[in-house]
């Protein structure tokens, strides 16, 4: 089993910066990918940003150049680096790790007013 607990969420204006932080604990050894998604009201899940275990960075279309994703191996924790945050970027945001399974966090709130 792998627990994933997210941090860094809130409120921010447009414009803005967020970081966003997941760190997993348990069985972390069998990680192999980690990411993050999103899902706004109404809306089904989408990938933001996956990394792999080597640090090969993977991202939507819709936050390049904006985002970035990092990885602490050493700490067990992935990062999401969020800037020139848009209103279209308000969603539940959730850390996910693969191993043989697919682990996900509780996710995190973060909006973006206009």
């Known amino acids: 089993q792998v627990r994933l607990v997210e941090s860094g969420g809130g409120l921010v204006q447009a414009g803005g910066s967020l970081r966003l932080s997941c760190a997993a604990s348990?069985?972390?050894?069998?990680?192999?990918?980690m990411g993050w998604y999103r899902q706004a009201p109404g809306k089904q899940r989408e990938l933001v940003a996956t990394?792999?275990?080597?640090?090969?960075?993977n991202y939507a279309d819709s936050v390049k150049g904006r985002f970035t994703i990092s990885r602490d191996n050493a700490k067990n924790t992935v990062y999401l680096q969020m800037n020139s945050l848009k209103p279209e970027d308000t969603a539940v945001y959730y850390c996910?790790?693969?191993?043989?399974?697919?682990?996900w966090g509780q996710g995190t709130q973060v909006t973006v007013s206009s």
């Open positions: 996910n790790a693969e191993s043989l399974y697919s682990f």
């Open positions: 990394i792999t275990t080597g640090g090969m960075p």
């Open positions: 348990g069985s972390i050894y069998s990680i192999n990918n």
